[in-house]
């Protein structure tokens, strides 16, 4: 079962054709969720790789559709990313994410970005804080 927000998401939305159009289902073993994108010529920054936004946007949606498979409707309030390698333009980048602790409205979870194929490196890995959607979101810090 893949995993969106909405058809035109720029993260998830199969529809939104510049987007990341990313392919997310619940993991296969143990909990979190994972997935892929491509990156496309519209995704680069410098010359033939994926600008650094492309990989932030895709770990943060990973993440958020991680906490939506668990019920959650959820804000993102801080998110870290360290960056290790480029991503090259035409290749498939891997995503996975998982929540790593929720104190009431409050969740805190990761996500690693990866190459697919070869020796498939670690490209970025992130760390999010997000707060449920509901009630007064902006309170919960």
Do not use: W
């Amino acid at each position: 079962m893949t995993l969106t927000h909405h058809e035109l998401c720029f993260g998830c939305g199969p529809a939104n054709l510049f987007g990341l159009q990313m392919e997310i289902e619940p993991a296969e073993r143990g909990p979190g969720v994972s997935g892929r994108f491509f990156v496309k010529q519209d995704h680069q920054g410098p010359p033939g790789q994926a600008h650094a936004g492309v990989l932030a946007c895709a770990l943060d949606e990973a993440m958020a559709l991680c906490v939506l498979n668990e019920g959650e409707s959820v804000l993102t309030r801080r998110l870290e990313v360290d960056y290790r390698e480029s991503a090259p333009v035409g290749t498939f980048v891997r995503v996975d994410a998982r929540v790593e602790r929720r104190e009431g409205r409050r969740l805190e979870v990761s996500a690693e970005a990866r190459g697919v194929g070869g020796e498939r490196p670690t490209l970025a890995q992130a760390r999010a804080r997000f707060v449920c959607a509901g009630g007064n979101a902006g309170q919960a810090r």
